[in-house]
Structures are given as structure tokens and as C-alpha cells.
């Protein structure tokens, strides 16, 4: 096996590493909550629908949940989504405990477990996988799909401008350049 090739095989559980913790965070594992659901936003966005959530702390939150769940709730349809004065009684539970990767809602004393992983966080995750494939291969070749490392040379010195340069005289010995005025200064 190449070394450049070896290389890149000691990089990548470390870039998998990486990208599952991406794909975790797309997919709210830190994210914790327990309440009612008091209000739906008036129109879907795609398949996901905006929903607000009343805690028990009194507090709210909202949360972007699949359409298709949403349409199943028996929850009031707002232009915009605002904490509500009193939180009907029959509004449904829900709750998502910490490092999970699903919710609870509870529909008619019923509970439905709805998975918080979609295909997008999974796409984040890839993306996140094969850019830092990449942007390790720009570091070690200057190229994102290149394996090999590129020589590094150092340039030949050149003078900065502005500079005096010494030259050499006839006998090997090393003098400044000598100045010509052009008049008055």
C-alpha cells in the first residue's frame, strides 16, 4: 500500500468521527422537551410544518415536525405562530428526551414515536464527510480529489522592491551600488 494512500486511510475515522456528530446535531439528539402542542403554522413549508409547543416551565418553543403528523393533530391553524394566553385542555402531549432520536406525541391518549433523523440531516452529514475528505486532500496535494503530497520547493529568492541590491565587483569583492544624483533635490 502507498504511502499517500495510507495516509488518507489514518484520516478518515477521524473525518467519520466528525461527520456522526454532524449527522446527531442535524438530527436534535441535544434537544429536549416536554409540553402541549397549542398552535400549527397556517401553511407547510415542503413537508415540514411549523409548530408551537407550550412547555412545562411555562415557557415556548417552536419546532419544525413532518406535515403529514401535523395534519393528524387536533391543534388551531395560525397566519403566525404566537404563544397562546391560555392553552386549550385538550391540546396534545409531546415530549423528546435528551440523546434520542425520536419524539412522543400523544394523539387521543395514543402515543406516536415520530424519528427526528430525516434525509437531509443524513445529507449533512455526507457533505460534511466529503468536504473535510477533500479539504485534507487541498492541504496535503493543493488538489481535492489528489492523493499525493506536492514537493515544496521554496521559491528563489528574489529582492523586494525598494531595495538596495549589492553587486559584485571584478575582484569578487561585494560593493554598494554607487548613486547618481539628477540635480537639486
Do not use: C
Request: charged letters at 25%; hydrophobic letters at 35%.
Amino acid at each position: 500500500m502507498s504511502d499517500p494512500l495510507r495516509s488518507l486511510l489514518k484520516f478518515i475515522p477521524f473525518q467519520l468521527a466528525l461527520s456522526v456528530v454532524v449527522f446527531l446535531l442535524a438530527s436534535q439528539w441535544l434537544d429536549a422537551w416536554e409540553g402541549k402542542v397549542t398552535s400549527r403554522a397556517a401553511e407547510p413549508q415542503g413537508d415540514l410544518q411549523l409548530v408551537g409547543i407550550e412547555l412545562e416551565n411555562e415557557e415556548w418553543t417552536t419546532r419544525r415536525w413532518p406535515s403529514d403528523i401535523v395534519k393528524q393533530l387536533d391543534v388551531r391553524s395560525e397566519a403566525r405562530l404566537a404563544p397562546p394566553l391560555v392553552a386549550p385542555d385538550n391540546a396534545p402531549q409531546t415530549s423528546k428526551s435528551r440523546f434520542s432520536l425520536s419524539f412522543q406525541v400523544w394523539r387521543e391518549g395514543k402515543p406516536m414515536e415520530v424519528p427526528t433523523t430525516s434525509p437531509g440531516s443524513l445529507g449533512v452529514a455526507l457533505l460534511a464527510f466529503f468536504g473535510g475528505i477533500a479539504l485534507r486532500n487541498m492541504y496535503v496535494s493543493g488538489s481535492p480529489i489528489g492523493l499525493h503530497p506536492r514537493d515544496r520547493i521554496p521559491p528563489d529568492p528574489v529582492p523586494r522592491s525598494g531595495q538596495i541590491q549589492r553587486t559584485a565587483s571584478s575582484k569578487g569583492e561585494k560593493t554598494w551600488p554607487q548613486r547618481r544624483s539628477k540635480g537639486k533635490r
